[in-house]
């Protein structure tokens, strides 16, 4: 890849050959491109998670199995633990991956007619949930301030809830801007919520990466009239790198929305394997000294980026990032005739996300994973000086 790492100071530091496997984020492009794409992480998953997979596999049987009691149960304590929110081993349910979870929460949250309001730019799977479920989309985009920094005009959120929005989406930490919404914001949140009728579904996934002088609040935490009124999803799918056999965790307190999700199936039977759950459990199980760590490494990968972009590529910002590992980095001024993934895909072969992706607001922008070894962040970093010198 044309670097190499002459002393590792951390686990994370090691280059993991990822083209030799089936990996989507190193194959899509030419092998001289660098992928700086896609939220997937190049780092080995914790030990403990390796371990209980290769107990799992010489077992030998690999048939149909059932929900495991046990991480339902660790993830009662979990959210008890980290967030004072109790909730009960009912609450909790399981689907294959994130996606599966906000496209079923919105079959069973609305009806043909309604609207379901969001926030761009914001991941971009999301946008396509109106057409999925067969409603209409309504955006009410995010305001960056000066600082780079976004916000939600909440004037603007509220005027855009008409009588027919009955679910609002909600990204926290918000990707791609990665905001990590504030306690007070998540009230007002809740409080218009509440006040219009609109219900929840809060997209949580990057739930644990977060940064120094940021708290995570899941917005259901609130009260129990905001978990009443809400679908939360969380996932250790990006927490520890296990998207290739994934688990989604769906948190929905109002037994009656349970019931809705579940009819909300219609013979898709979305079941999690037996390796999802048991890479889960061995996950939020032994996972969190690994985590730690994980978060350290990422934050000084962050705040390089940070640097970098303000030291060395004149035209580009980097917004301040207060959870994820994905940089969303402003080209504004870079005043280009074409993209700017396109733009840094050629010149830098270097792969990122394109902003428009993400909808209205990121048209100037590109999204930067940083959840690589710090030798792979660098290089990424100098391919594109040298494209834009």
């Not at 004072?84 to 949250?109: G, K, R, Y």
């Not at 306690?183 to 009728?197: F, M, N, T, V």
Request: hydrophobic share 40%.
């Amino acid at each position: 890849m044309g670097f190499s790492v002459t002393q590792q100071t951390s686990p994370f530091d090691r280059i993991i050959d990822r083209r030799s496997s089936e990996s989507n984020k190193w194959h899509r492009f030419d092998p001289d491109v660098l992928p700086m794409w896609v939220a997937d992480m190049d780092f080995t998953s914790p030990q403990p998670v390796i371990d209980a997979l290769r107990d799992r596999v010489e077992h030998g049987v690999y048939g149909y199995g059932q929900e495991s009691e046990a991480l339902r149960q660790v993830i009662v304590e979990r959210v008890a633990r980290l967030y004072d929110w109790t909730i009960q081993p009912d609450d909790v349910m399981f689907l294959p991956n994130v996606a599966v979870s906000f496209n079923l929460a919105s079959h069973a949250l609305t009806s043909p007619g309604d609207k379901m309001l969001m926030q761009p730019p914001i991941y971009f799977p999301l946008l396509r949930v109106p057409e999925n479920v067969g409603i209409e989309g309504e955006l009410c985009p995010l305001v960056q301030e000066p600082s780079g920094r976004y916000a939600i005009d909440f004037e603007a959120l509220e005027a855009a809830i008409s009588k027919q929005t009955k679910l609002f989406i909600l990204c926290n930490p918000h990707n791609p801007v990665g905001r990590v919404y504030s306690r007070e914001e998540l009230e007002r949140i809740a409080e218009i919520c509440l006040r219009h009728d609109v219900a929840i579904c809060s997209d949580e996934i990057h739930a644990d990466f977060i940064y120094s002088g940021n708290t995570h609040v899941p917005i259901a935490s609130l009260s129990p009239e905001v978990a009443q009124n809400t679908v939360t999803i969380l996932s250790s799918n990006k927490t520890f790198n296990l998207a290739g056999i994934s688990c989604a965790v769906v948190i929905v307190p109002n037994a009656t929305i349970r019931e809705r999700m579940m009819a909300s199936e219609r013979g898709l039977i979305p079941h999690v394997g037996i390796m999802g759950f048991t890479a889960a459990l061995a996950a939020y199980e032994h996972g969190d000294p690994w985590l730690r760590e994980l978060i350290a490494y990422l934050e000084e990968n962050r705040n390089y980026v940070d640097r970098y972009v303000a030291e060395n590529l004149p035209g580009m910002r980097s917004t301040p990032i207060e959870g994820t590992f994905l940089s969303w980095l402003d080209c504004r001024d870079l005043d280009l005739d074409e993209s700017p993934s396109e733009f840094f895909l050629r010149e830098a072969r270097v792969a990122m996300n394109e902003g428009a992706m993400f909808g209205q607001g990121g048209e100037t922008f590109v999204r930067f994973n940083f959840g690589c070894p710090r030798a792979t962040v660098i290089e990424g970093l100098e391919r594109i000086k040298q494209a834009i010198s």
